[in-house]
């Protein structure tokens, strides 16, 4: 079956994406496949590049760039819900002048046209920290 | 999925206009959906129902008003909204108080629109 998986929490703030990434690793080790993973809402701070886990802490965004270099996958963040947050690419950094960039590099920034498109081409959409 | 071969769609709306983003984020992403030419319905729910009130005025806490454009969402062809008749009961509401016609629905309603719906977002 294909999955998307979306994710709305914060690391460090909410369950919300611990529980999606052993999700995410519970669904490829069923022989699942993961059509995206979305981080919206607070969840895009997973793609911060710039956050630091305390010793002996898991550390999310390490957590996720290795599954992505694993299993291939596609990690995108909404990019409006990313900007107002704080995690940024390097052009967007130059384009609204702030002083670094922010956005881990297995990620990517992109439009809320992903998460639709996610549900068009998976069977499961299953969301992590919904309102 | 539809009769049309297009996926439903159901958006849940949940939480109330301002203490947090999930209402002013869900809008978003109920938009995105509406540019996809798919089967759209939304459903507010439980404190949700708050964002179609019709007395919101978000100016003396200096937040911009983004529950306006729930209303707006028959201009981008997303028609089929609904309230949960038990939200509003709960809170001395009816539909009178809404800011647009929309139509109220009984719990089993929405839990037959939940259960049919391809993909559910709960904002």
Known sequence: MK???????APFSSQAPYSACQFAKAVLARGHSIYRIFFYHDGVLNASSLSIAPQDDAYLPAEWATLKREHNLDLVACIGASVKRGVITPSEAERYQRSGDSLQSEFELSG?????????YSDRVITFGAG | MSETGKKRLLYLITRPPFGDAYGAEGLDAVLAAAVFDQDVEVIFLEEGVFQLSKNIDPAPIAMKNHAKGFKALPIYGVEKIFVSMEALDKFALSTDDL???VEALEIDAIKEKMATADHIFSF
Not at chain 1, 3 to 9: A, E, F, L, N, S
């Open chain 2, 99 to 101: 800011s647009m016609p």
């Open chain 1, 3 to 9: 999955y998307t998986i979306v994710v709305y929490g």
């Open chain 1, 112 to 120: 809320l046209g992903q998460l639709v498109d996610a549900a068009l």
